[in-house]
């Protein structure tokens, strides 16, 4: 039978730079090494299948801007992202850090919030996927400060989405008003010359 056809486009290449977007997880990938309920190091090997780095345990992400919060160009445009976890030296283990990037997004997740380092609970990663959060993006860089290809998001930049419905609730409210007092103010400019006559001693109204 035959086979359809792609354009096999790289969505993590693309550089955008958004000072404020609203921008949602659409799916992650946890790279825990090879105990998936004990996170430690792992190597990372190239395309040949050799040892190229060790890596910290991480969970990738592919990350959405739903709303760029201007023209739209860049809406539902795609990046990869990965969020490291931290070593503990009290616990010995490798676990979300109060100051990280993985931290942040997690106090802007709506059940964990931003008290949660107060009381730690266990987390779970699946949560992450279809969160939605507001942050901006930047360019990617490598440890030394190097610039590379594609976006990641600005981490201290991360936040909760607001709840604006009540600002909404406030400016129809003030719509309203506004509607309102125009149109008893064209009511009473139409009973002021209600009666009146023009020149020839035809009514205006």
């Given at each position: 039978m035959p086979l359809g056809s792609f354009a096999d486009t790289k969505i993590e290449s693309e550089i955008i730079v958004l000072n404020r977007a609203l921008l949602a997880i659409e799916e992650i990938t946890c790279n825990f090494g090879g105990a998936p309920d004990n996170p430690a190091p792992y190597s990372v090997t190239n395309k040949k299948g050799e040892f190229a780095f060790t890596s910290d345990p991480n969970i990738n992400a592919v990350?959405?801007?739903?709303?760029?919060?201007?023209?739209?160009?860049?809406?539902?445009?795609?990046?990869?992202?990965?969020?490291?976890?931290?070593?503990?030296?009290?616990?010995?283990?490798?676990?979300?850090?109060?100051?990280?990037?993985?931290?942040?997004?997690?106090?802007?997740?709506?059940?964990y919030g931003p008290k949660h380092f107060e009381n730690p609970k266990p987390v779970d990663e699946k949560d992450f996927e279809g969160m939605q959060f507001e942050a901006g993006t930047?360019?990617?860089?490598?440890?030394?400060?190097?610039?590379?290809?594609?976006?990641?998001?600005?981490?201290?930049?991360?936040?909760?989405?607001?709840?604006?419905?009540?600002?909404?609730?406030?400016?129809?409210?003030m719509d309203e008003e506004v509607e309102a007092q125009l149109t008893a103010a064209e009511v009473a400019e139409m009973e002021k010359h209600l009666g009146e006559q023009d020149a020839n001693g035809k009514d205006v109204a």
């Open positions: 990350v959405r801007i739903v709303d760029d919060y201007a023209n739209g160009d860049h809406d539902d445009k795609k990046f990869f992202d990965k969020f490291y976890l931290k070593f503990n030296k009290d616990t010995g283990a490798w676990q979300i850090g109060e100051n990280s990037k993985l931290a942040m997004l997690l106090k802007a997740h709506p059940k930047e360019q990617r860089e490598d440890k030394a400060g190097k610039k590379l290809d594609g976006t990641r998001i600005a981490w201290k930049t991360i936040g909760q989405v607001p709840d604006r419905s009540k600002k909404k609730k406030v400016q129809q409210e």
